[in-house]
């Protein structure tokens, strides 16, 4: 059971930890990665999972599965990592476990604790904070920029952009939607506000667009900030920098929203 | 009170009953670590049971919150109870680079140790039956 305390470290901090323990920077090839931890990894064409995890209680030996049709090597790598938080996070470690395909890369705060607690590991695993600072340095983020993270670091694109938004020293936040619902945000410490998820993307943005099928070459600039945010405080015409991009598959959106300006 | 003197509430025992006591044991005689242990080789953690308890429990003022449009206070306070419990219950805060070194200083090599199978997310009745076989394979190759 995870309920980890105000006292406890973060997900995060175990991740890190655990590069350092095992003196790399990267988690580079996730098969020599898993023999490290006594982990062996196994693709299996399971119905309703998209990782598990069986585990020798109390020993560095264990298997992780990993659903042999996802699409995207990031996501698989994602996944991984979720299992290996399972695996190395306290109070997780003593059961096996499955996660379901709804639980992986998802911030929802809906989610079990345990999972929430697994994806931030498995991000930090995989995205690690410091070295995200080193690569992205100084440059406006942009989704080009977290493409860019994300085949450097061989995620999908949903983290890399999440760990972009951490990093930055913008007023960033991210936003998923999916089939024209927005189904999550997350904001940086800097972005003060807030998205209404399970709202309707609002017809005034780039990603409405994106969903309505309309072809935008620049699926960027400036919309009227109360298009995504949820304040009763913005002033009238205060607007927000939005880039959008749609992953047709998924039928989804992710957006980044910058204030380049305070309201 | 000794289980002696709790036996004099329960009806007498039948055949039956003293048979099972002699192959499984007496209940009375089942300690909490003990019946851990036991759940524990049926796959079943009493954090697990607990952390289930709670999200049915939220679940449940979900509901009944949509329903009524108010907040059940009796199961409010259930699920403060059901935190309260697993605060308490809560490993001890170490460090995480201390918690990570004792990870790879495990020592156990046992060779009883049985590898485990319980689903955090769903009940094992969810999983289709090519799934469970899927897991079942991934334990036997544990056990080899």
């Given at each position: 059971?995870?309920?980890?305390?105000k006292l406890a470290p973060s997900p995060e901090a175990y991740a890190r930890s655990l590069l350092s323990q095992l003196k790399l920077r990267r988690i580079g090839d996730i098969n020599s990665f898993a023999a490290l931890l006594g982990l062996r990894i196994k693709e299996v064409d399971s119905d309703s999972f998209e990782g598990a995890l069986v585990r020798m209680?109390?020993?560095?030996?264990?298997?992780?599965?990993?659903?042999?049709?996802?699409?995207?090597?990031?996501?698989?790598?994602?996944?991984?990592?979720?299992?290996v938080g399972h695996f190395i996070l306290p109070g997780h470690g003593t059961t096996a476990c499955i996660c379901l395909p709804e639980q992986m890369e998802s911030w929802r705060t809906s989610i079990p604790e345990q999972e929430l607690?697994?994806?931030?590991?498995?991000a930090e695993l995989l995205l690690p904070y410091k070295e995200i600072e080193l690569f992205i340095g100084k440059r406006d983020l942009t989704i080009g920029l977290a493409q860019k993270v994300s085949t450097e670091f061989q995620s999908s694109l949903t983290s890399g952009t999440l760990k972009c938004v951490e990093v930055t020293d913008e007023k960033c936040a991210v936003v998923f939607s999916v089939a024209g619902l927005i189904k999550w945000f997350r904001r940086n410490e800097r972005f003060g506000y807030f998205v209404g998820v399970n709202k309707r993307v609002c017809a005034d943005t780039y990603a409405s667009?994106?969903?309505?099928g309309l072809k935008v070459e620049e699926p960027f600039g400036s919309v009227?900030?109360?298009?995504?945010?949820?304040?009763?405080?913005?002033?009238?015409?205060?607007?927000?920098?939005?880039?959008?991009?749609?992953?047709?598959?998924?039928?989804?959106?992710?957006?980044i929203l910058t204030i380049h300006k305070e309201f | 009170m000794s289980n002696k003197e709790a036996d004099k509430k329960f009806p007498p025992k039948t055949a039956n009953d003293e048979l099972f006591d002699a192959i499984f044991g007496r209940d009375e005689d089942i300690a909490e670590k003990l019946g851990e242990e036991i759940m524990d080789s049926y796959g079943v953690s009493s954090e697990h049971l607990v952390e289930s308890l709670k999200l049915e429990i939220q679940k449940r003022i979900k509901e009944s919150r949509d329903e009524t449009g108010a907040m059940p206070a009796e199961l409010v306070a259930m699920l403060n109870n059901v935190r309260a419990y697993q605060k308490?219950?809560?490993?001890?805060a170490v460090s995480a680079d201390e918690w990570i070194s004792q990870i790879f200083n495990v020592s156990s090599t046992s060779s009883t140790v049985q590898p485990v199978y319980n689903l955090r997310t769903r009940d094992v009745?969810?999983?289709?039956?090519?799934?469970?076989?899927?897991?079942?394979?991934?334990?036997?190759?544990l056990e080899e």
């Amino acid at each position: 059971m995870i309920h980890l305390s105000k006292l406890a470290p973060s997900p995060e901090a175990y991740a890190r930890s655990l590069l350092s323990q095992l003196k790399l920077r990267r988690i580079g090839d996730i098969n020599s990665f898993a023999a490290l931890l006594g982990l062996r990894i196994k693709e299996v064409d399971s119905d309703s999972f998209e990782g598990a995890l069986v585990r020798m209680p109390e020993q560095l030996k264990g298997i992780v599965a990993i659903r042999h049709d996802i699409r995207e090597e990031g996501r698989k790598r994602f996944t991984f990592c979720h299992e290996v938080g399972h695996f190395i996070l306290p109070g997780h470690g003593t059961t096996a476990c499955i996660c379901l395909p709804e639980q992986m890369e998802s911030w929802r705060t809906s989610i079990p604790e345990q999972e929430l607690a697994a994806n931030l590991f498995a991000a930090e695993l995989l995205l690690p904070y410091k070295e995200i600072e080193l690569f992205i340095g100084k440059r406006d983020l942009t989704i080009g920029l977290a493409q860019k993270v994300s085949t450097e670091f061989q995620s999908s694109l949903t983290s890399g952009t999440l760990k972009c938004v951490e990093v930055t020293d913008e007023k960033c936040a991210v936003v998923f939607s999916v089939a024209g619902l927005i189904k999550w945000f997350r904001r940086n410490e800097r972005f003060g506000y807030f998205v209404g998820v399970n709202k309707r993307v609002c017809a005034d943005t780039y990603a409405s667009q994106l969903f309505a099928g309309l072809k935008v070459e620049e699926p960027f600039g400036s919309v009227p900030a109360d298009a995504w945010l949820d304040s009763e405080e913005l002033p009238s015409g205060a607007r927000i920098w939005e880039e959008s991009i749609l992953l047709p598959y998924y039928n989804s959106t992710i957006t980044i929203l910058t204030i380049h300006k305070e309201f | 009170m000794s289980n002696k003197e709790a036996d004099k509430k329960f009806p007498p025992k039948t055949a039956n009953d003293e048979l099972f006591d002699a192959i499984f044991g007496r209940d009375e005689d089942i300690a909490e670590k003990l019946g851990e242990e036991i759940m524990d080789s049926y796959g079943v953690s009493s954090e697990h049971l607990v952390e289930s308890l709670k999200l049915e429990i939220q679940k449940r003022i979900k509901e009944s919150r949509d329903e009524t449009g108010a907040m059940p206070a009796e199961l409010v306070a259930m699920l403060n109870n059901v935190r309260a419990y697993q605060k308490e219950k809560e490993p001890k805060a170490v460090s995480a680079d201390e918690w990570i070194s004792q990870i790879f200083n495990v020592s156990s090599t046992s060779s009883t140790v049985q590898p485990v199978y319980n689903l955090r997310t769903r009940d094992v009745g969810m999983l289709s039956e090519k799934d469970k076989k899927i897991l079942n394979e991934m334990i036997a190759e544990l056990e080899e």
